[in-house]
Each structure stands twice: as C-alpha cells, then as structure tokens.
DNA sequence: AGGAAAACTATACGGCGTGCAGTTTTCATA
DNA sequence: TATGAAAACTGCACGCCGTATAGTTTTCCT
C-alpha cells in the first residue's frame, strides 16, 4: 500500500529530475539562454505544458537551478578548502580561490546563471537555496579571514564597521562559528570575496581579453599580493 | 544641390538616432530584455522590417548601443579623473572610483548592458568601440597607477610580468602615455580594475543584497584599502 | 520627366512562454 | 473489483520575438 502510494511519487521525482538533468545538459551545450520548456520537452519526448506540472513557471525552474549550480559551487569550494593543511591560512586562501576559479572556468555557463543575467527577464526570488548557498561562500570566505586574522588585524582593524551593516542571515552562520570575530573581519571577508568574483567574472564574460593575454597570472599576482596585504608571512 | 544631397543623409542620421535613444529609454524602463525591434518601431510608429534599413540585425543594434553607454562611462570616469588634483593620487582614485560607481548605481541597466550578459544569446563582436572604451577605462586606471607607482613600486615590482602578457591594442595606448611605467604597474592597474568592478558588480546584481545592508561603505573601505595599499600617506 | 535607388510595408515562418479545455492514466475507496 | 476523483499529460490558441522575402511608396539624380 506504502509502495503503491511512493510509486506515484517516485515517478514524479524521477521526472522532476529529469527535466532539471536536461537542463543543465541544454545550458551547457547552449548557454542560459538554450533553457527553453520546449526544448526541454523536445528533448524529454514531452509537451512543454506537461512541464508545467512540475514547475510552475520557467522562473521557477531557473531557480530551482540557481539553487543547485550554486550549492555545487559552495560544495566545491568548501571541499578545496578543507583539503588543505589547516594552519596554513595562505594554502587555505589559494586552494579556496583557485576552486573557485576552476569552477567557473570549468562551468562558465553555471558561473553566469548563478551570477550574471541568466535568462531574459529572470529576477531572483527572495528566498531559496541561493542565498543560503552565497551565505555558504560568504562563510567559507570567512573562515579564510578568521585563519588570516591574527596576522591580518592590525592593518584591518579599523573602518566603523557594524553588526548591523550586515545581512542578520549571514551573521546567523557566521557568527556562531566564529565568536570572536569582529565585524571588520567580516567586511574582509566580503571584500576579499569581490576582489576574486571581479578578476574572475572578468575573464568568464571576455571583459579581460582585449586587456590581457594571461588572465591566469593576473589571477596569481592577485592571491600573491592577498596574501601578502593579509600580513601572511608563512610560507603555503 | 548639396544641401538637396544632404537632406536623405540627415533624415537617415536622425533616424538612427532616434532608433538608439529610443533604445535606450526602453532599456532603462525595462531593462536590457526589454530592447527588441518591435518595440522600437512601436514606439516610433514603424514597422520592425523598416529598422533593417539602419541596423542589419538586432545584435548590430545592441552592440552600437553597447559601444555609446561604454563610450559615455569612459567619458564619466574620465572627467572625475580630471576634475581632481593632478598631484592627489588618492583623491584621483577615490573621484575615479566614485564615478564608475555613480555611473553603475544611476545606470544600472547601462552596466548590465556593458558589463553582463546584455542580451539572449548576443556575442559581443571583435572589434569596434566597445574594446576602444574598455582600453579608456583601462588607460584610465593606469593613470591612477601611474601616478601611485611612485609610491607603490617597492610593494608591487616584483610578479614576472612582460608586455607580452598584454593585449597589444592596450599597450599600444598606455605605454606612450607613460612610457616609463613597467609591465607590473599595467597589471596592477587591471587588478585594481577587477576589484571595483567586482564589487560594484556584485552590488548591481543584488548579490551583496544577502550579504552586506551597507554596500557604500564596503566601497568606501575598499577604496581606503586599496589606497593605503599603495603606499600612498598624503591626504587626499 | 523618367528611372534608379532608397525607405518602408505586408506577409509569413519558426521559436518562445503560457493559459485553457479536454483526454488519458493512476490510484484510493466503497 | 468497479468507480470516481485526482494527477499527468496533450492540443490548441494567443501574443510576443527576430527576420527573410516580396511588393509598394517616396525620394533624388540625371
């Protein structure tokens, strides 16, 4: 009876699967932009209305997609993180930054859905996984500037920032992991996180190419010089 | 007879200005989707064919309007440049700064259009004033570099960088602008580059929304980082 | 005045998201 | 096990889009 009744549901998860699977495929082979009911349909041997069943709206499904690519990008570079000698805040800094990069050169399409203007029209939603997965970063990030605090306070210390110039959802995850911290390291953190997203949002959308013809060592010089305003002597 | 010759030419001017202002004002309305062919000649009590008189297809039109709102944000940043004191390299900096992101908050479609992934499925072309512009800005920066290096040299000098690591289009800009600037100062030009970018970027498409409730003043330490990074101790 | 060229319109095709009505399939219950 | 509701899905339609083709009107040079 149980099984009968988790039939329907599994099918329906199966599905649901499915179309987020085909997707993904659609968007890497044609950018954001090939994410089209139909062609999912098309391509699933479908209706595109029959879509409708499981996501309310195209938006709906982008989201259900940000919220994904974007977790796998808080996951990847969590895990780069983690593989590093733990007290060696400038090994930390380069595994977690050069993750992050090698993500997003290595799923372009996934940096521009999660970052840029994915689909025409498409405006974010307020809640979600997204926001949690960016809270993941944001945290991640601040695990580096807590590591890199020590050395890094003295030259950071000032600047009037609050608790409450952050968002309380942020500070929910990241304060309780880290008691200690002041809110300037937390503004680090958020710059540190711009300075890597500029250099690499750069190279993915081609704004470097008519600049540099070796976006990989501006990259280097960038985390080299990181580490060093970080007041990090150690070597990684 | 002249005059009669000129008369088509000036109609057919008129025409294609009109065409890209009323461009523009859909795209500040509704956003860069909002920028399609029908909707211009609506506007202007056309039908959509007749504008193939002036643009050969609508990515031809998108990447003209590119070239213009780029144009004017070189302009923009140009003139904060050199409003400034010429020998404040830090009041250069923070009016330069202060400018692109003026100019992003006040045209945020215009950044998107410039900076994002402007419209469905357009590829911006190789050449044409949109790589013009990027140098600008870049040549910008590095006259903001340029006239920090002095301070900045004994921290940046090193990294293995050769003009062969440059778009040659850029040097051909920058180095008889200063031609006693090394290869390192061009590259901390572009860094210093990708971190405004990439903060006013991540403020623009709301991903500093779940993070930080005061992006101003995350800007205004970044620049009071950035400019203490290069050494410089004058008071701007 | 006449003819070429330019500007513009009309029509059509295929693609898109999506609303609505109808059909088939699935499954709990009587 | 028959039945009726709910779920899954199809078909059709509408209005949007870019754009190709063909035809029409306007403009200008000779």
């Not at 997609?65 to 930390?92: H, K, M």
């Not at 995850?173 to 953190?189: C, E, G, I, S, Y």
């Amino acid at each position: 009876m149980g099984s009968t009744t988790g039939r329907r549901e599994r099918l329906r998860a199966e599905t649901t699967a499915e179309i987020k699977k085909v997707a993904l495929e659609l968007m890497a082979s044609g950018g954001p932009d090939a994410i089209t009911l139909r062609a999912i349909a098309r391509e699933m041997g479908m209706t595109a209305n029959a879509i409708y069943g499981y996501f309310a709206t195209r938006d709906d499904l982008v989201t259900t997609l940000i919220d994904n690519v974007y977790t796998s990008l808080a996951g990847a570079v969590q895990a780069a993180w983690e593989s590093a000698p733990a007290l060696d805040p400038a090994a930390r800094i380069q595994a977690w930054a050069g993750a992050f990069r090698n993500w997003a050169l290595t799923n372009p399409e996934g940096f521009r859905l999660v970052y840029g203007d994915p689909v025409p029209g498409y405006r974010p939603p307020a809640g979600g996984a997204a926001p949690d997965a960016a809270h993941r970063v944001c945290t991640g990030l601040t695990a580096l500037a807590a590591e890199a605090w020590p050395y890094a306070e003295p030259r950071y210390a000032d600047g009037d920032f609050e608790w409450s110039d952050f968002d309380p959802g942020l500070l929910d995850k990241v304060r309780p992991a880290f008691p200690d911290l002041p809110p300037a390291a937390v503004a680090l953190a958020l710059r540190i996180w711009s300075h890597l997203h500029g250099l690499v949002s750069l190279e993915i959308y081609g704004h470097l190419r008519t600049q540099t013809l070796s976006p990989e060592k501006l990259f280097r010089a960038e985390l080299t010089q990181l580490i060093r305003s970080l007041g990090i002597t150690a070597q990684g």
